[in-house]
């Protein structure tokens, strides 16, 4: 079975505070899955490390991590970088999934 990695999005304080403690409904939160193959193509890009090197954070394969709302910023521009050089729909449904989260006012969890 192949492996799926999450990128989440709580929609509001209290999905935020529910994905905390990890008691989350499915409709709290936006959700993009990625398959074995589409994680692949956006490590080859290089969006996480570029992201952790400049959020200051640790998103790998390994790893759960949550990119605060101060941080989603300068994620956005990386992201917004990388899409100006590489026509990818993954790095076009990540840079939709920070935006949402600067919409909503919460964090980007990634749960890989």
């Known amino acids: ?6 990128i989440r999005v709580p929609k509001d304080k209290k999905a935020m505070e529910d994905y905390d403690y990890g008691i989350q409904m499915k409709e709290q939160l936006e959700e993009m ?24 954070i ?26 100006n050089r590489n026509e990818n729909e993954e790095l076009v449904r990540l840079r939709e999934m920070l935006i949402l989260a600067t919409t909503y006012k919460t964090v980007v969890g990634f749960d890989f």
């Open 58 to 83: 640790i998103i790998d394969e390994y790893e759960e991590e949550i990119l605060e709302l101060d941080k989603i910023p300068t994620a956005l521009e990386v992201v917004t970088q990388l899409i």
């Open 33 to 56: 899955i990625l398959s074995e193959g589409q994680y692949r193509v956006l490590d080859d890009l290089g969006v996480f490390e570029s992201i952790n090197k400049e959020c200051n």
């Open 1 to 6: 079975m192949e492996r799926e990695r999450f």
